[in-house]
């Protein structure tokens, strides 16, 4: 169990990033007229600094191996640019909070079906009544940050 406390740590960290991040990109929206431009803005800045480690440290993988990954493995991109559109775009409507409460609510009713099935190469983890209470307290959390 404590052999994953830095990793855990590390994730504990990178959501209070994400508390942070929300509420600076929506103001960039404001600033800049509209929420494409502040998504646009944040993946340019975040690929810029991803680059120069990736270029710094590692080096692209060859062209086979570019080749052979699945057309579906590059749909993670779409899917973060939907996530911190969606974001950026409410959370001054209903708060970091509310925002980061649903947002983890939608993670964990989506792991939990990931879990559940073993997909996308993860151990399978069958659902049970302590899971599905903890999704169910976690969406509670997020009726409770709107009374």
């Known amino acids: 169990m404590f052999q994953n406390l830095p990793a855990l740590f590390l994730v504990f960290l990178a959501g209070m990033a ?3 991040q929300t ?10 007229g509209n929420g494409i431009f502040a998504a646009t ?21 060859s062209t086979g191996t ?7 493995m590059w749909t993670g991109g779409l899917l973060g640019a939907f996530y911190v559109w969606a974001a ?10 509310s925002l980061v409460a649903a947002l983890i609510a939608g ?10 099935s073993g997909a996308f190469g993860l151990g399978v983890n069958s659902i049970n009544w302590q899971r599905v209470l903890a999704v169910f307290l976690v969406a509670a959390g997020v009726l409770l940050s709107r009374i």
């Open 66 to 72: 570019m080749r052979a990954i699945p057309w579906w």
């Open 23 to 32: 509420p600076i990109n929506g103001l960039l929206a404001q600033a800049g």
């Open 41 to 61: 803005v944040s993946f340019l800045v975040g690929t810029i600094a991803l680059a120069l480690i990736l270029f710094s440290n590692y080096g692209l993988p």
């Open 107 to 116: 993670q964990l009713t989506a792991a939990l079906a990931l879990d559940a």
């Open 18 to 20: 994400v508390a942070v």
């Open 88 to 97: 950026l775009t409410n959370v001054h409507k209903i708060g970091a909070l």
